[in-house]
């Protein structure tokens, strides 16, 4: 069964820092994108990242730029989110998603941060910013 799993979320205070983890089981990372959303209480679902299967090319929301970095690990089926300088309006529910090849075994280059371009989901893990 496909599944992702996210990890690495909690409390923090202003100026803090977490790492996310996305692993990714039942399937192989290898040729997808994988993509950060969040959602806050009361707000619409927001893309934060995206990366492309090897890496090559990332892709922030303004509102993170400089303060989040995107990586995998494709050797390790994991996709991680480093968030470093958390400020309170960075609190929501964090969830990666996995948007598959059109075509097996290819290697996309590039990657959105649309929500319906994606396959699968993760449950999401809680993060809050708060002093």
């Known amino acids: 069964q496909l599944q992702l799993v996210e990890s690495g979320g909690g409390l923090v205070q202003p100026g803090g820092s977490l790492r996310l983890s996305c692993a990714a089981s039942?399937?192989?990372?290898?040729?997808?994108?994988i993509g950060w959303f969040r959602q806050a209480p009361g707000k619409e679902r927001e893309g934060v990242s995206c990366?492309?299967?090897?890496?090559?090319?990332?892709n922030y929301a303004d509102s993170v730029k400089g303060r989040f970095t995107i990586s995998r690990d494709n050797a390790k089926n994991t996709v991680y989110l480093q968030m470093n300088s958390l400020k309170a309006e960075d609190t929501a529910v964090y969830y990666c998603?996995?948007?598959?090849?059109?075509?097996?075994?290819?290697?996309?280059?590039?990657?959105?941060?649309?929500?319906?371009?994606?396959?699968?989901w993760g449950q999401g893990t809680q993060v809050t910013v708060s002093s």
């Open positions: 039942g399937f192989s990372l290898d040729y997808f994108v």
């Open positions: 990366i492309s299967s090897r890496g090559g090319t990332t």
């Open positions: 998603a996995a948007d598959r090849p059109s075509f097996i075994h290819t290697v996309q280059t590039t990657c959105v941060m649309r929500g319906r371009e994606y396959d699968y």
